[in-house]
């Protein structure tokens, strides 16, 4: 069995793509096997090198520790026999999915594809994309047979960026194969590393659908919350004031409203609607919520127009300072970013806003979307301050530290824009100041 060879260390496994997924699967698994890490950014690959972790998600310590065998020289997955593929599946302007990085993963392990090997795919992407698109490829590039030669499964990814309480240890793995053979040995491989334990879907399908539902899933709760924070705005009642009573009921769902983006629940729900439209049936529930949510921005980006008028400021000459541009706290990640969406709601109306965030990297920020970052200890003199982002650098601020980031003006004129609901609403509206939040 691969699974003996792996554990004595005669083969290795090697992770495609290493990012958020990609890199704590290649740690965890190389505490235990010999893994060859692969990414095609050279300069990725040379920060790992020099114990370098970019995306904070196992940080520098374990880079430095680890064992595994990074590289972006495609011909050292000749070496593998068991290929995980961790590349992210975007999506195109257009809201149709973008395969290019799942597809080019598999021309690259395909020409170096091996007998006897294994291939996993734990990208997110739509029922039948590992059987239709993927598995021809590997057979195209490798001259090889599929359940002959090697062996597919699908795994879906469910690691949380920024979480440190639910890793890839401690999240259930669902795991598949195309026949009972490759599912044994891929669940037993797997379970290497998973201690919370592995579910073994019925097919790979099966296994593809359960990741898109599940965030299609929570992307639904959340825009019914978002729905309902702007018929609330417009009734003038607080939403987190009226979450708070429904909570206390048993059976509440504790979903809150907020910006949704990131590289999942803001990218899955279109790679199933995609699939369904194209067999005939056109999403309801499922495209109805993916509205809501991606018009949140430009909802936020109003209220605060509003609000700089209420204050008799001049909209144009006002200065708005964005606390924070990644698509979740504590994490890099800007990706998908939704407060980008209030970015750009706000230059329709003349206003450049300042933009600070700590935990993104500057000259991503600015490739990605041309925003240039300022030092926070650099802020001052706002006229709103925008708290797009709940990193613990913004959460814990007190009533002195938020002070300081507005000019010298009467308190009613100072504006707070609290997406996030992180402050207390109580303390700075008592103290005078034009509070706001979802």
């Known amino acids: ?45 040379e920060l790992y090198k020099s114990g370098i972790d970019p995306t904070n998600e196992v940080g520098d310590q374990a880079i430095r520790q680890t064992q595994v065998e990074f590289t972006s020289d495609e011909t050292k997955l000749r070496e593998a026999k068991f290929h995980i593929v961790a590349v992210p599946t975007p999506i195109n302007m257009d809201k149709t999915p973008n395969l290019s990085p799942v597809e080019g993963a598999s021309i690259i392990i395909g020409r170096n594809l091996t007998k006897g090997s294994i291939v996993v795919y734990e990208s997110t992407v739509y029922p039948g994309v590992t059987e239709d698109i993927c598995i021809p490829i590997l057979e195209r590039e490798s001259g090889l047979k599929c359940g002959t030669d090697f062996k597919v499964g699908y795994s879906p990814e469910r690691i949380n960026p920024g979480d440190k309480v ?13 026949d009972e053979e490759s599912l044994e040995e891929i669940a037993a491989i797997y379970e290497v590393v998973i201690k919370a334990g592995i579910h073994k879907a019925k097919s790979i399908k099966v296994a593809e659908a359960a990741k898109v539902v599940e965030n ?24 987190q004031d009226v979450i708070e009573a429904m909570n206390t009921k048993w059976n509440a769902l504790g979903f809150y409203p907020g910006l949704v983006g990131g590289h999942c629940i803001g990218v899955d729900p279109y790679y199933f609607i995609y699939e369904a439209e194209r067999l005939g049936y056109h999403s309801q529930i499922i495209l109805s919520g993916r509205k809501i949510n991606d018009g949140m921005g430009k909802f936020v980006a109003d209220a605060i127009i509003k609000k700089l008028i209420l204050a008799n400021k001049v909209v144009k000459k006002s200065k708005v300072v964005i606390l924070g541009v990644t698509f979740k706290e504590n994490c890099p990640d800007i990706r998908n970013s939704k407060a980008i969406d209030i970015i750009k709601g706000l230059n329709e109306y003349g206003i450049n806003p300042y933009v600070t965030d700590p935990q993104a990297d500057v000259e991503e920020a600015k490739k990605e979307y041309d925003i240039d970052l300022v030092d ?23 009533r002195q530290q938020v002070e300081k980031l507005f000019k010298n003006c009467p308190i009613e004129e100072k504006i707070i824009i609290d997406v996030k609901s992180i402050l207390d609403k109580d303390l700075f509206e008592g103290l005078g100041y034009r509070y706001w939040r979802l």
């Open 166 to 178: 639910h890793t890839l240890e401690n999240i259930i793995k669902i795991v598949s194969g195309i």
């Open 1 to 45: 069995m691969l699974f003996n060879d792996l554990i004595n260390k005669k083969e290795k496994i090697a992770v495609v793509g290493l990012g958020y997924v990609g890199m704590p699967i290649a740690v965890a698994f190389a505490r235990k096997v010999n893994v060859i890490g692969f990414d095609l950014n050279q300069e990725k690959i």
């Open 376 to 398: 926070f200890n650099e802020i001052e003199d706002a006229d709103c301050v925008v708290f797009s982002v709940a990193h613990d650098e913004f959460s814990h601020m007190s």
């Open 216 to 239: 299609s899933q929570r992307d639904i709760n959340i825009a019914f919350m978002n729905e309902l924070a702007m018929v609330f705005d417009r009734m003038n009642i607080d939403t």
